[in-house]
C-alpha cells in the first residue's frame, strides 16, 4: 500500500516571501501521479498543482511550481509571493494509475499561516 | 457550471441512529468518491460510485453504504452511528474518461456530529 508523509505540521511564511511545503511517499508501482490540494476554512478541497511521475519536468502553475524527485520519492510544493489567501491546510496526495482513477491517499496535512 | 453540491452543511445525530447524506457531481461527471476527513485518521478513502455501481471501496466497516442513481447523484448511508463517525464527509467527483488522469472536484463537505 502506498503511504504519504508530510512533516511539517505547520508552517509560517510572510506576505510576498516564498515557501516550501515537503512531502515524501512511499511506493512499488513506477507510474502515478502526485498532486496538492489546497483545504481553506471553507472545507472545500481545491487543486493546486499536479504532476504525473512519468514526466521529469516539474509542474508549475502560475506561483505554485513542485520539485518532484522521483527517486527520493519526494514532491515538495513552493509557493512563491505568498499572498494572505494561501492561508490554509495543504494536503499531499497520490494516485495510482492502476485500477479506479479515484482513489487518494493523502498525507496529513501541513497548514499554513500567512503574516503580513 | 455548478460545482460538487454536498447536503446537509452540518448534521447532528445521536448515537444508534443512522443518516443519509447526498452528493450531486459536477455535470457530465460520472464518478463520485466519498472520503472522511478526522484529526486523528485525516482524509480516508471511503468508496467509490461510477454508473451506479461500486467500484472501489475502502477499509470501513459494512456499517457505511452508498449508491450512486441514474443521474450520477450519490448517497453514503452511515447506520448505527458511534461517536467516532463524528466528521467531514467529502465528496468528489471526475469526469472519468477511463484513465486515472481526470483530476477530482470536491465538494465542501457535510460535517457530521455524532452525540
Known amino acids: 500500500a502506498q503511504t504519504v508523509t508530510q512533516s511539517q505540521p505547520e508552517m509560517s511564511v510572510q506576505e510576498a516571501e516564498t515557501v516550501t511545503l515537503s512531502c515524501t511517499y512511499d511506493?512499488?508501482?513506477?507510474?502515478?501521479?502526485l498532486f496538492w490540494y489546497k483545504q481553506p476554512p471553507s472545507r472545500q478541497m481545491i487543486l493546486v498543482i499536479r504532476?504525473?511521475?512519468?514526466?521529469?519536468q516539474n509542474a508549475t502553475e502560475n506561483r505554485f511550481s513542485v520539485n518532484f524527485q522521483k527517486a527520493a520519492k519526494s514532491f515538495s510544493l513552493k509557493i512563491s509571493d505568498s499572498q494572505l489567501g494561501d492561508a490554509a491546510m495543504y494536503f499531499c496526495?497520490?494516485?495510482?494509475?492502476?485500477?479506479?482513477?479515484?482513489?487518494?491517499?493523502f498525507g496529513t496535512g501541513t497548514r499554513l499561516q500567512v503574516t503580513l | 457550471k455548478a460545482g460538487v453540491t454536498q447536503t446537509p452543511r452540518y448534521l447532528i445525530k445521536t448515537r444508534g441512529q443512522q443518516v443519509t447524506l447526498s452528493c450531486s457531481p459536477i455535470?457530465?461527471?460520472?464518478?463520485v468518491s466519498w472520503y472522511q476527513q478526522t484529526p486523528g485518521q485525516g482524509l480516508q478513502f471511503l468508496f467509490e460510485?461510477?454508473?451506479?455501481?461500486?467500484?472501489n471501496k475502502g477499509n470501513f466497516p459494512g456499517r457505511f453504504s452508498g449508491r450512486q442513481f441514474s443521474n450520477s447523484r450519490s448517497e453514503m448511508n452511515v447506520s448505527t452511528l458511534e461517536l467516532g463517525d463524528s466528521a467531514l464527509y467529502l465528496c468528489a467527483s471526475s469526469r472519468d474518461r477511463g484513465d486515472s488522469n481526470s483530476p477530482l472536484h470536491f465538494g465542501n463537505g457535510t460535517r457530521l456530529t455524532v452525540t
Open positions: 496526495a497520490y494516485r495510482s494509475t492502476a485500477g479506479t482513477a479515484s482513489k487518494l491517499t
Open positions: 460510485y461510477f454508473s451506479e455501481t461500486q467500484r
Open positions: 504532476q504525473e511521475a512519468y514526466k521529469q
Open positions: 455535470s457530465g461527471h460520472r464518478s
Open positions: 511506493t512499488s508501482e513506477s507510474d502515478y501521479y
